[in-house]
């Protein structure tokens, strides 16, 4: 068996690293990770990854908002499919990597940095805590599903 006691120090020095406090809207009961100008996903059309498989930047010519944040869509026929059912298309923990929701924290997702599991839309903060995240979906879905409801509403820079 491999001694695996660095984990935590290596996750730790990781997140240090990775960790940009981005500005949030709390709407609804949670919050999502958005950029300066209030764009969740750093524009990235939340329809691509599941109509094209990829990640795919948006247009400012295609817009809807959503409990505060703003999403941008490469198409009008994306952006149409999104407003009609906003939570098939949305990513899970406000689009904070799912990775760092495990450990309670709220860590800037990376939209590159994706997995669609059972329909659903994970972000990580980089390809590197995403195949930190895929080594146990199972397990680190069940613990972010227990610790996003104590930090869902907090300001990231309060955790």
Same mark, same amino acid.
């Given at each position: 068996?491999?001694?695996?006691? !660095?984990?935590?120090?290596?996750?730790?020095? !990781?997140?240090?690293? +990775?960790?940009?406090?981005?500005?949030? +809207?709390?709407?609804?009961?949670?919050?999502?990770?958005?950029?300066?100008? &209030?764009? +969740?996903?750093? /524009?990235?059309? %939340?329809?691509?990854?599941?109509?094209?498989?990829?990640?795919?930047? /948006?247009?400012?010519? =295609?817009?809807?908002?959503?409990? &505060?944040?703003?999403?941008? !869509?490469?198409?009008?026929?994306?952006?149409?499919?999104?407003?009609?059912? %906003?939570?098939? =298309?949305?990513?899970? =923990?406000?689009? !904070?990597?799912?990775?760092?929701?495990?450990?309670?924290?709220?860590?800037?997702?990376? %939209?590159?940095?994706?997995?669609?599991?059972? &329909?659903?839309?994970?972000?990580?903060?980089?390809?590197?805590?995403?195949?930190?995240?895929?080594?146990?979906? %199972? /397990?680190?879905?069940?613990? $972010?599903?227990?610790?996003?409801?104590?930090?869902?509403?907090?300001?990231? $820079?309060?955790?």
């Amino acid at each position: 068996m491999r001694n695996l006691s !660095f984990l935590p120090r290596m996750f730790a020095l !990781f997140c240090a690293g +990775a960790l940009l406090i981005t500005k949030t +809207a709390a709407a609804g009961g949670f919050a999502v990770d958005l950029d300066e100008k &209030g764009i +969740a996903l750093k /524009g990235h059309d %939340p329809v691509a990854y599941f109509a094209d498989g990829r990640s795919t930047m /948006g247009s400012d010519r =295609y817009t809807a908002s959503v409990e &505060g944040a703003t999403y941008h !869509f490469a198409s009008a026929n994306h952006r149409d499919q999104f407003v009609a059912d %906003p939570a098939k =298309y949305t990513a899970l =923990y406000g689009g !904070f990597c799912a990775l760092g929701v495990t450990r309670s924290m709220k860590i800037t997702g990376d %939209p590159a940095a994706w997995k669609i599991v059972d &329909g659903k839309l994970y972000i990580n903060s980089s390809p590197k805590a995403l195949v930190m995240w895929s080594e146990d979906i %199972p /397990g680190n879905i069940k613990m $972010a599903n227990e610790a996003w409801p104590a930090i869902k509403d907090k300001d990231p $820079a309060h955790l």
